[in-house]
């Protein structure tokens, strides 16, 4: 039984609806890092870390690689109680960016809608 507010991968797989698989490579990598292990060695995670997969999760669709997720983490992490102008920075240029490509998806979703009404007005012969 897991420790009060923690959860195995099993339960942050499920919740997240992402494999266990996935989720022990994003701790190999250092992407996710349990907060924590049971006393048999099994990985314990938090709310907090549910968020930050979470995170994880909606940077996928607009394409970062996990390098960049990386990247964005860490430069949270360093913002997280502290002053730091360059983490600052940093995570306000993954902003820009992810606003950058939410923009391309919408032109890109509006030319895929353009396209299907198009094909819906195209006489069957």
Not at 16 to 39: A, C, F, K
Not at 50 to 67: E, F, N, Q, T
Not at 106 to 121: C, G, H, K, Y
Request: avoid cysteine; charge should be negative.
């Amino acid at each position: 039984m897991p420790e009060d507010g923690m959860m195995h991968i099993g339960e942050l797989a499920a919740r997240t609806e992402l494999s266990i698989r996935t989720l022990r490579h994003y701790d190999q990598i250092g992407l996710l890092v349990p907060t924590g292990r049971s006393e048999g060695g099994f990985r314990l995670y938090t709310e907090g870390d549910y968020d930050r997969l979470m995170l994880i999760r909606r940077m996928k669709p607009l394409g970062y690689s996990l390098d960049q997720m990386g990247d964005l983490l860490r430069a949270i992490d360093r913002t997280q109680g502290s002053t730091e102008e360059h983490a600052t920075r940093a995570v306000e240029d993954f902003l820009a960016d992810a606003e950058e490509r939410r923009e391309k998806l919408a032109r890109q979703l509006e030319a895929a809608d353009e396209f299907i009404r198009q094909l819906r007005e195209t006489p069957l012969r």
